[in-house]
């Protein structure tokens, strides 16, 4: 069956870093667009970034430009997030996404909190 695992939340200072990794099974992960949402406590999922299946064009929302760096390895079926400079609203529940028309799956969700 379709699987997302997500891994790499925890808690981090502000300013400090962290890798999210999502690992991919049971679809043919090289021709899906992965993306990365978060939700944070009483707000909308929203759309963080976007890696195209092939070429790996990427896409960011601005409050993470230049921060936060998405990447794929189709040879490992993985899809990456790393994170810099985190910012406490930054906090969320961080969700990995898969998407080829018209199928689209998710990961659990990783718990991402930034706090001193």
């Known amino acids: 069956q379709v699987q997302l695992v997500e891994s790499g939340g925890g808690l981090v200072q502000p300013g400090g870093s962290l890798r999210l990794s999502c690992a991919g099974s049971g679809f043919t992960f090289s021709v899906y667009a992965m993306r990365w949402y978060r939700q944070a406590p009483g707000k909308e999922r929203e759309l963080v970034a976007a890696i195209l299946a092939a070429g790996g064009r990427t896409n960011y929302a601005d409050s993470v430009k230049g921060r936060f760096i998405i990447s794929r390895d189709n040879a490992k079926n993985m899809v990456y997030l790393q994170m810099n400079s985190l910012k406490p609203e930054d906090t969320a529940v961080y969700y990995c996404?898969?998407?080829?028309?018209?199928?689209?799956?998710w990961g659990q969700g990783t718990q991402v909190t930034v706090s001193s």
């Open positions: 996404n898969a998407w080829r028309w018209p199928n689209e799956y």
